[in-house]
């Protein structure tokens, strides 16, 4: 428990043996309730080194995308009762010591989705970012602003919480197939700004390995456009 509020840390992973030992361990945290491990259909021994590490392990039996593991975990914090849901990376990019940041704000100011942001003063990304990555994570925060009409820094990074309660809400659609890949969290935080839930972004610092260790499973175009059409589809109305 977290000041009351019993936490559930979702971790979406994708052959991650070598790092999800490590997530794991800095992740078990005497607040964290449940530390569930989402096994994205892996080919490799995620599932077994997470479970030895101590996590729950939820595993999907196939890759569904990145979204769709979320899905799942977020439903399964609904179905255990848990009062909040913190969401980190399977790559160890960041840093579980960072998790009070985003739930203060839930705990005490009543907000409902709570954003770590790396361009925040305080927050930070490290040199090993690469440099695409350092355009992208701007643009996209530029472009979601103009269309929600609130200044933002920052809408991709996965590093968030979510009051769990806010799923209650008919608007909001997770169920849908297209947001099976990198678009579920944009628009997750999209329809919670446009239908008026209180957001707050903190600062973050978020790890890039060097790139021999491998950062992202992420396909540059097919992935990037997953982040980009919640935007448009919802903004124009093709999608709800």
Not at 138 to 165: D, Q, Y
Request: aromatic share 8%; hydrophobic share 40%.
């Amino acid at each position: 428990m977290y000041k009351g509020k019993s936490v559930i840390v979702l971790v979406p992973a994708f052959n991650e043996e070598v790092k999800i030992r490590q997530v794991v361990a800095r992740a078990s945290l005497s607040y964290v309730d449940t530390l569930l491990i989402i096994d994205d259909g892996s080919s490799d021994s995620t599932a077994a080194v997470a479970r030895a590490g101590g996590a729950q392990v939820l595993s999907l039996g196939t890759r569904c995308g990145v979204g769709a593991a979320l899905r799942n975990g977020l439903r399964q914090g609904k179905i255990t009762r848990h009062d909040i849901a913190v969401i980190m990376a399977g790559n160890n990019k960041d840093d579980p010591g960072e998790i009070p940041r985003l739930l203060d704000p839930i705990c005490d100011e009543d907000y409902d989705l709570v954003i770590g942001s790396r361009h925040l003063l305080g927050g930070n990304y490290g040199g090993d970012m690469p440099f695409y990555r350092k355009l992208a994570t701007r643009a996209h925060p530029w472009l979601m602003s103009l269309f929600v009409r609130k200044r933002l820094t920052e809408t991709t990074n996965g590093f968030r919480a979510i009051r769990l309660s806010l799923l209650d809400d008919k608007r909001i659609r997770l169920d849908q197939s297209w947001l099976n890949a990198y678009g579920l969290e944009v628009y997750l935080l999209y329809k919670a700004l446009k239908l008026g839930y209180k957001h707050k972004e903190v600062p973050c610092t978020k790890i890039y390995p060097p790139k021999a260790q491998g950062y992202t499973k992420m396909k540059p175009v097919s992935g990037w456009w997953s982040i980009l059409r919640p935007i448009f589809l919802l903004g124009l109305g093709i999608r709800n």
